[in-house]
């Protein structure tokens, strides 16, 4: 008899399994947010929580990876936007605004972090540098049970959070107190103490079972035009920590930034905050106009940048800075030329100017923010050892100086950390690296749904207060249900309801497949909404 031959009665009897090709298997991916994120959070994850109403395991899982949420929710550049599926049905999720609404409940609540083992371990780890980095690795390394100590040559921990965002833009009683939750696990902290200097860098090796270096980039590039000298003239960098730590500053009526990046757009905005007419020389080009070399837009933020604009600062790109113009000992301008060429022949940044095309613009100080450099001096002993137990993370080891960044450099060298200590290499995530694009999700399921935007506060230029207005619980909640949760199933039962030979069989904590009546048809992968199935041979 053949095998496809039927007999009257239960279907039962026949294992359909046996003529598959295909099966369906349930794998959980890593959602293009999280590829993205430079903190590797599992945001699927805490959205959902939060699109569940469950604040604290929200914020709890959230700080797995990052915790800065508070203030990574409002000057994070947030990539993991830029990667969101949702955008190709309406818009991206606001996933930097359910962050920073987290991070600010749990600082309303008195939400404290947790240790992840109690046992503590005797091995002593010391931190060089309280930025984003240091701070995160410390945080890391204190849950899992080991005395940190963290040294800064500032007064005041924070790295450039501190010294180098304005106020407007991350408020300071915001980044101490996610910086006093981190520290009340027990971490010290050694303010006023310069590793080669105050503290001897041998005097560490011998107490310490590691180092972690975290010193970031503070130090500024020098203008090399025809005029060095630092009458009128003033560093990015510079000129912010003054103004964060409300040093008086006198503005001229004219000042012109040069650079793109965001230390130049948040110097400019500074400056308009302190009266004067501003101008930034920029040598990129605009966002949206370039698709070739990924260095030929300003890499300032465009939310940064339309925010500038709105404030009444002028940009004028691509342009250069050919000669600084004195009357006496006093600036009284520029002289400028157009961008000929961004890079040179390998690739590296290096404008060059276009002769002929030189114009003046009138400025009482040129405010330079053309980049900044690792100032290694007394640390020259540790940066050159190759000890494994000597790990450099975060701006001063060559990542993209942005805080996400270091932030999760400061997860991996905490791992790393651990790894070295014990022998044990680290185990991260169990999620697949697979790619989840907007072709492996099932859009109908999906309704169209507006983005809800925190609100800009309109008279903004007399004071250094806080700009942008958070969301608030309905738009939240409203928010983290948007997300389309690419490649996590969610449960949705479609797989259980639209298997023809009732295949599928639904548990608690998810679905699993018998196999002896699954014939592979693909209905299930087809109907799931967020890619979570894959039919492989």
């Not at 309801?497 to 018998?514: M, N, T």
Request: hydrophobic content about 35%; glycine content about 10%; some cysteine.
């Amino acid at each position: 008899m053949s095998r496809l031959s039927f007999e009257a009665g239960s279907s039962v009897a026949y294992h359909t399994g046996d003529w598959r090709i295909l099966r369906p298997v349930y794998k959980d991916k890593w959602p293009p947010c999280s590829q993205t994120c430079p903190a590797s959070e599992d945001i699927q994850a805490w959205l959902a929580l939060a699109s569940d109403d469950q604040w604290q395991a929200a914020w709890r899982k959230l700080t797995e990876r990052n915790p800065f949420p508070a203030v990574m929710g409002r000057i994070c550049y947030h990539p993991c936007e830029l990667s969101c599926n949702r955008k190709h049905l309406d818009s991206a999720v606001n996933i930097h605004g359910v962050e920073r609404y987290l991070g600010d409940l749990a600082l309303e609540q008195g939400w404290r972090h947790q240790p992840l083992n109690k046992k503590q371990q005797t091995q002593q780890v010391a931190v060089v540098g309280a930025g984003p980095a240091g701070l995160s690795c410390a945080f890391q390394l204190v849950r899992r049970g080991y005395p940190v100590t963290v040294f800064d040559a500032r007064s005041a921990a924070g790295g450039t959070l501190h010294s180098g965002i304005p106020a407007y833009r991350l408020p300071k009683n915001i980044l101490r107190r996610e910086i006093d939750a981190i520290l009340a696990l027990g971490i010290q902290l050694h303010l006023d103490t310069r590793i080669g200097e105050q503290r001897s860098a041998q005097s560490l090796q011998e107490e310490f079972a590691a180092i972690f270096l975290a010193i970031g980039e503070q130090q500024p590039r020098i203008y090399t035009g025809n005029d060095q000298s630092g009458h009128s003239i003033m560093s990015g960098v510079d000129f912010l920590r003054r103004i964060n730590q409300g040093e008086p500053v006198k503005m001229p009526r004219h000042v012109a930034v040069i650079g793109g990046g965001n230390t130049a757009i948040d110097a400019a905005r500074c400056a308009r905050r302190l009266g004067a007419e501003v101008t930034v020389v920029c040598p990129q080009d605009p966002h949206g106009t370039q698709h070739g070399h990924p260095g030929a837009e300003m890499p300032a933020s465009f939310e940064e940048v339309i925010q500038a604009e709105a404030e009444g600062v002028r940009l004028s790109y691509r342009l250069g800075v050919s000669r600084l113009v004195r009357s006496g000992e006093h600036l009284s301008g520029l002289q400028v030329a157009r961008v000929d060429q961004l890079h040179d022949r390998h690739g590296q940044f290096a404008p060059k100017l276009f002769e002929g095309t030189e114009e003046f613009l009138s400025a009482g100080l040129a405010i330079f923010a053309i980049g900044q450099e690792v100032d290694w001096h007394g640390l020259e002993r540790l940066r050159d050892s190759e000890d494994s137990n000597i790990l450099i993370g975060g701006d001063a080891a060559g990542k993209p100086r942005f805080a996400a960044t270091a932030v999760g450099s400061g997860y991996q060298a905490a791992m790393s950390i651990i790894a070295c200590l014990t022998g044990i290499p680290p185990v991260y995530e169990q999620h697949e690296k697979a790619e989840v694009s907007i072709n492996d999700l099932n859009l109908s399921y999906y309704p169209q749904s507006v983005r809800q935007e925190g609100g800009v506060v309109a008279d903004r230029l007399h004071d250094f207060d806080e700009v942008i207005t958070g969301l608030d619980k309905t738009a939240v909640t409203h928010e983290a249900g948007r997300c389309l949760s690419c490649g996590v199933c969610f449960q949705c039962d479609n797989c259980w309801h639209f298997c023809p030979d009732a295949a599928v069989i639904k548990q608690d904590a998810g679905y699993e497949v018998d196999n002896d009546y699954c014939k592979g048809c693909g209905i299930c992968a087809q109907e799931c909404p967020c890619g979570h199935i894959d039919m492989v041979t």
